[in-house]
């Protein structure tokens, strides 16, 4: 009996031991004041409850409130330093360029992926991804592409007299990619690539153990099925001497004459990681632009009547946008803006820290994780009443900035998202052929996010009867 006390005893310090290191972690110097929790879970389960998208998150506020603008804590089995001082996030960005993900969102992507390996390897990765998502890549490759999805996709929801705005706008893009990236493809392993979205579980940030029934599980498994298709496709337009999409060309042509080439391995695994990205981003972010535009009365009879007249001043009502159509969107630019601005109330920093940085007295140590948040975005000096939904704030600014110290929607630094304009791009033409009928969205709709964007009621929009506007007739 003395002898299981006594191994009690050792098993219980030996835990207080580990709870004890956990709760206060070696450095060099003072770490920023916080709570890191016990070990493993720390603080992850406050951190993810769903939150109104137009506020941060309980947790970060409260601590903020508690410990300052800088403050640490545990998230997801690592150690994280959360900040809301915009010069220090920018600093961070600069001079660090490792990707600050979990161990689960590292399994999705992948050990090999260009996208979080080394410096050079991700900016090889860019490099590439320019060609395509540019400025000249979009309006010679894409525009039209995008336009014709958009018009087909409309069409077929006012038909049904509804449509779901986060679905419909994965399609355009899923398919719009798979075309400029693939080629032409087998019907049912272009529908088979469409429809393996649907294995993957809204929520990527999470812990990262990976057995059957987890998140983390059903992710690894859609990977695999995803990564088989794209290698299958592949291997047999190699083989059979069929035509790439444009992207597969730039890639391979890429590969020519390289030392450093490009395998058709690391290939596929960046194909795979660009259609995950984009997939994740763009439709969600457009669903709630179109919840903040049906909620604001004013913003949609202006975007009305700007869409309305890039219909009439065409000859052929029915033709198709231009490049020069994109670029005299203007209000629907300001409304973008203000939507990335007001949604952005996730971390749009996210880094490993590289080495230590000095932040006054404290230090934050290599290693860890951490999120910069866009608290800048909020700041009633930077931005007149910051939490309301006003496009016309954006009338004397520059439309097509996608960062500045004010404004970092799509992070910086070296991780800056080179699918930016591809985004507003996309998200301009469906709101384009969405005001060429009458619509509404759902009263019901709301709009949360647990780090990813939420939609518990759906993020459909109705059409009226007299559902086609007259003057894009």
Not at 63 to 81: D, N, Q
Not at 258 to 284: C, D, K, Q
């Amino acid at each position: 009996m003395l002898e299981v006390y006594e191994l009690l005893i050792v098993i219980v310090s030996l835990v207080g031991l580990w709870i004890y290191q956990w709760r206060n972690p070696k450095t060099n110097g003072k770490l920023p004041p916080g709570s890191m929790g016990f070990p493993i879970v720390g603080k992850t389960l406050e951190f993810m409850k769903p939150h109104d998208v137009l506020q941060f998150p309980t947790f970060v506020k409260e601590r903020v409130h508690r410990y300052g603008p800088v403050f640490r804590t545990s998230l997801f089995g690592g150690k994280a330093i959360i900040s809301m001082d915009v010069e220090l996030n920018m600093e961070i960005a600069k001079a660090s360029h490792v990707p600050g993900i979990t161990k689960s969102i590292a399994r999705l992507f992948g050990k090999n992926n260009l996208f979080i390996q080394s410096k050079e390897s991700h900016k090889h990765a860019r490099n590439l991804t320019f060609q395509l998502l540019g400025p000249q890549g979009l309006k010679l490759r894409m525009v039209q592409d995008i336009d014709l999805l958009a018009r087909t996709y409309m069409e077929e929801g006012a038909r049904n007299g509804c449509l779901d705005v986060r679905e419909t706008s994965s399609k355009i893009l899923i398919e719009c990619l798979s075309k400029k990236v693939m080629g032409e493809m087998d019907p049912e392993a272009a529908k088979e690539l469409t429809l393996c979205w649907r294995y993957f579980p809204r929520g990527w940030f999470q812990f990262s153990w990976n057995i059957p029934g987890t998140g983390v599980y059903q992710m690894v498994k859609a990977r695999k099925r995803m990564m088989k298709l794209i290698k299958e496709t592949v291997l047999k337009k190699r083989a059979s001497g069929e035509e790439f999409g444009e992207f597969f060309k730039i890639i391979f042509g890429e590969m020519e004459g390289r030392a450093e080439s490009m395998s058709v391995e690391n290939a596929i695994e960046y194909i795979y990681t660009f259609f995950l990205i984009a997939n994740e981003t763009t439709p969600g972010i457009l669903a709630a632009t179109v919840k903040l535009i049906s909620d604001h009365p004013k913003v949609m009879q202006e975007l009305q009547r700007e869409h309305d007249g890039i219909v009439r001043d065409k000859t052929d009502k029915e033709a198709s946008l231009t490049w020069e159509d994109y670029r005299s969107m203007t209000f629907t630019m300001m409304v973008i803006n203000e939507s990335l601005r007001i949604t952005s109330t996730v971390p749009t920093v996210l880094r490993i820290t590289e080495h230590e940085f000095q932040v006054g007295d404290y230090t934050i140590p290599a290693g860890w994780i951490f999120m910069g948040y866009p608290s800048v975005h909020f700041n009633p000096e930077k931005y007149d009443d910051p939490l309301a939904f006003n496009p016309w704030r954006w009338k004397r600014e520059e439309l097509g900035s996608i960062l500045s110290k004010t404004y970092i929607p799509f992070g910086a630094g070296s991780r800056l998202c080179l699918g930016a304009e591809f985004a507003k791009l996309q998200m301009a033409i469906f709101i384009h052929h969405l005001f060429r009928y009458r619509w509404s969205m759902k009263t019901e709709t709301t709009v949360l996010r647990r780090f990813i964007l939420m939609f518990p009621s759906g993020s459909d929009v109705q059409f009226s009867q007299d559902t086609k506007v007259e003057n894009s007739c």
